[in-house]
Nanobody
Framework: QVQLVESGGGLVQAGGSLRLSCAAS????????MGWYRQAPGKQRELVTT???????NYADSVKGRFTISRDNAKNTVYLQMNSLKPEDTAVYYC?????????????WGQGTQVTVSS
């Protein structure tokens, strides 16, 4: 059973930084894609950033230049370094991982971690 466990959320003042981690367990396979999504109160869940097993990244325009995604394939862990945080970054952040096995894809989500940025 694949599980994703996020950590690192919390309360920070605007302009501050946080680093989120998401550790996957239950498989020795490398995830084809790992990423972070967020959901603010009253809003739909949105993509923040993704990273492939080869290290290619994609960012939402709203976080470009401020957030950096990275991963450690040996540990099946993905990180999100968030700098210059703004109040509008306040949301529950979810880790998502996609596993490709025999031409099928399996998606997994973490339980979410709260990030609150005060003004």
């Amino acid at each position: 059973q694949v599980q994703l466990v996020e950590s690192g959320g919390g309360l920070v003042q605007a302009g501050g930084s946080l680093r989120l981690s998401c550790a996957a367990s239950g498989t020795r396979s490398s995830f084809r894609l790992m990423g972070w999504y967020r959901q603010a109160p009253g809003k739909q869940r949105e993509l923040v950033t993704t990273i492939t097993s080869g290290g290619s990244t994609n960012y939402a325009d709203s976080v470009k230049g401020r957030f950096t995604i990275s991963r450690d394939n040996a540990k099946n862990t993905v990180y999100l370094q968030m700098n210059s945080l703004k109040p509008e970054d306040t949301a529950v952040y979810y880790c998502k991982a996609t596993l490709s096995i025999l031409y099928k894809e399996f998606e997994y989500w973490g339980q979410g971690t709260q990030v609150t940025v005060s003004s």
